[in-house]
């Protein structure tokens, strides 16, 4: 079986973006939501299987953004 990556959904994350938008690094949003900067390295390199409604609500509090400013879907991807 070849293994899971990336390329299996066609979700792609903005974190970065939203990082520099609010001068904040990763470790300090992680500091802030609760959680460890490895799990959110994993959502913001988009290896992410999926993520808790509790902690999408905490990164948005955070970030000032709506979840759709952190997620978006990337037409024609995914299991094609």
Do not use: W
Not at 14 to 29: A, C, I, S, W, Y
Not at 49 to 71: H, N, S, W, Y
Request: net charge negative; charged share 20%.
């Amino acid at each position: 079986m070849p293994t899971s990556n990336h390329e299996d959904h066609a979700i792609e994350v903005h974190l970065n973006r939203l990082l520099d938008e609010q001068g904040m690094t990763l470790t300090e949003l992680a500091a802030r939501v609760g959680v460890t900067n490895v799990n959110l390295s994993i959502l913001k390199n988009g290896r992410a299987k999926a993520i808790r409604f509790t902690t999408l609500t905490r990164i948005c509090e955070v970030l000032q953004c709506q979840p759709g400013d952190l997620l978006s879907h990337r037409a024609g991807g995914g299991e094609g």
